[in-house]
């Protein structure tokens, strides 16, 4: 390339190289305007196209070196600001040894830069096409700030040793992926703040050592993926707020999070599917949920591990018809299910662990399923017939492990009675599901003991029975079997030997009633029957229970 064949700019940038001056030209460049240390300012007012066109073949010979030797001290950077670049930037399988820094540039073509590997590059306010940049590794940072891209930014397996910064960036490829970013390593924090994304963003099996920041971003595609971020690694926070916002679904499932995992503040929708994907996640401390997010949609944690808190304190979901929000097999510390109203759905928490347990009365969903659900401690205090509706919301039938779940969590803190009116509910509600002859005897149980939950109800029965028996056979003596040979008529004991089984004292043997008094001894001594057959049935309740 011989410099006759420059235009102007190509010519000012030729000679800034070396130094790593800005060259600013079009609109890049305005009376008044403060310039950099060493930039090299182009004309006032560019008076034709010529004079704001950059080749792209001479960006990429410069870089290439093509450009004369620097001097002892010189450090080479190419910066251009306000130009067009025309015709393909071909950078693909190269080595680049200094930083590159565009701003305010427009590419008539998507740049390619498979399998390069330079210093840093810089591109600020650009509008491109496009960008191919898969498997290429820069030392430091790789800036797409400001940009507007009507093509996909292709970064798969690209190794960044800096940041990844995306910020205020406007990426839009309708029904495509408008990033894709698979298997990408990024050294630092990956900065998507207020970026806004019309496609796919993909990332899954990405690696972010640092922060993954999406506060105020919009991420796009409804009816498909929104943001594809599958088995991604995040050493620090993944923050989602305030101001983020995504219409289709977010897949986060297989993640892995070293600190915090933030969506307050946060709109999903994915109206009538999953909203928020977040199967088998690691998370080293908070997944916050709640302070603000509206989910139109379902949220689906199956199996996700959270080190400190589950919150969705204040959430909004709603997926009228399905499965609103998944908890299957998730583990936690503490989860915080106070959302700001009945969350619209069903709500899946069989087999998770939940540790510390707060919730609210008014905001209890209307079906949730707690099957083999275990908790340490329920933080609000309720009583026993309040927690009894609660376990009863579990839809399909009789399920005995939430009953023995909530008396366990009794127990616990000392409220014995209170375990034992949760197991009398358990025991009722078991009752429904039994044939009629076994549902008849499980009443009689229930009314005479409780279940063996209420042993002082025996004994109550029997001071009733056994003082209604004394009094009628004290006004009604029954005559003896054989005269002379019985002992003397006592009432309480005669009316004691027929509803004690088990003891007699002498007194029923020896008298005979007749008429009313003999059908009353019939009733005492089946009475006796069923007290004493409902007392062992209850007392080995218990022992098993033990």
Not at 175 to 193: E, K, Q
Not at 320 to 346: F, K, M, N, Y
């Amino acid at each position: 390339m011989r410099l006759d064949e420059l235009n102007a700019p190509e010519r000012r940038l030729w000679d800034a190289l070396p130094q790593g001056h800005t060259v600013a030209v079009g609109h890049g460049y305005r009376r008044g305007q403060d310039f950099e240390p060493g930039q090299v300012p182009g004309p006032e007012e560019p008076s034709s196209e010529e004079a704001v066109v950059v080749r792209a073949d001479v960006v990429a010979a410069l870089l290439l070196g093509a450009g004369g030797d620097p001097a002892p001290g010189d450090r080479p950077a190419l910066r251009l600001t306000g130009a067009r670049i025309t015709g393909r930037l071909d950078l693909r399988f190269t080595e680049i040894l200094m930083p590159v820094v565009l701003t305010d540039c427009r590419f008539d073509e998507a740049p390619l830069l498979r399998g390069a590997r330079t210093r840093e590059v810089v591109m600020s306010g650009c509008d491109l096409p496009g960008l191919v940049a898969d498997t290429v590794q820069i030392d430091a940072r790789l800036v797409l700030s400001r940009c507007r891209t009507t093509g996909p930014l292709v970064l798969n397996r690209a190794q960044i040793n800096g940041d990844l910064d995306l910020r205020d960036a406007v990426l839009t490829s309708p029904g495509g992926d408008a990033i894709s970013a698979v298997h990408a390593r990024v050294g630092g924090d990956l900065l998507c703040t207020n970026l806004a994304v019309q496609g796919r963003f993909r990332l899954s099996g990405a690696f972010v050592d640092g922060e993954f920041d999406l506060e105020g971003a919009s991420l796009r595609n409804p009816g498909g993926h929104a943001l594809d971020a599958y088995h991604v690694q995040v050493t620090e926070d993944f923050t989602f707020h305030p101001g983020f916002g995504a219409e289709g679904r977010i897949i986060l499932s297989g993640a892995t999070v070293g600190a915090a995992v933030g969506f307050c503040g946060a709109r999903l929708s994915n109206a009538g599917d999953i909203a928020l994907e977040a199967v088998d996640v690691t998370v080293g401390r908070n997944l916050d949920l709640g302070r603000g997010l509206t989910v139109e949609g379902g949220i689906t944690l199956d199996g996700t591990h959270v080190g400190t808190e589950l919150s969705l304190r204040d959430a909004h979901v709603s997926r009228t018809g399905g499965t609103a929000l998944s908890l299957r097999a998730v583990q936690a510390r503490e989860t915080d299910l106070r959302t700001r109203r009945p969350i619209d759905g069903v709500v899946d928490a069989r087999n998770a662990r939940l540790g510390t347990l707060y919730d609210d009365p008014d905001t209890w969903p209307a079906d949730l399923r707690l099957a083999e659900t275990t908790y340490n401690a329920l933080a609000v205090p309720l009583t026993a017939p309040e927690r009894v509706r609660w376990i009863r919301r579990t839809g399909g039938g009789y399920l005995p492990q939430p009953y023995e779940q909530l008396a366990a969590a009794y127990r616990r803190l000392g409220h014995e009675d209170e375990a034992r009116t949760v197991l009398l509910a358990k025991q009722r509600h078991r009752r429904t599901t039994l044939s009629a002859h076994t549902r008849a005897w499980g009443h009689v149980q229930d009314v005479a003991v409780g279940y063996g939950y209420r042993p002082l109800r025996a004994g109550l029965w029997l001071l009733a029975l056994l003082a209604c028996g004394a009094l009628f056979f004290h006004l009604h003596t029954p005559p003896p079997l054989e005269a002379g040979k019985a002992p003397d008529f006592n009432a309480v004991f005669y009316t004691l030997d027929l509803l004690v089984p088990i003891i007699t004292f002498g007194q029923e043997p020896a008298f005979a009633p007749h008429g009313t008094g003999q059908w009353l001894a019939y009733g005492l001594i089946a009475a006796g029957w069923i007290l004493a057959t409902t007392v062992t049935a209850g007392v080995s309740r218990a022992v098993s229970r033990q």
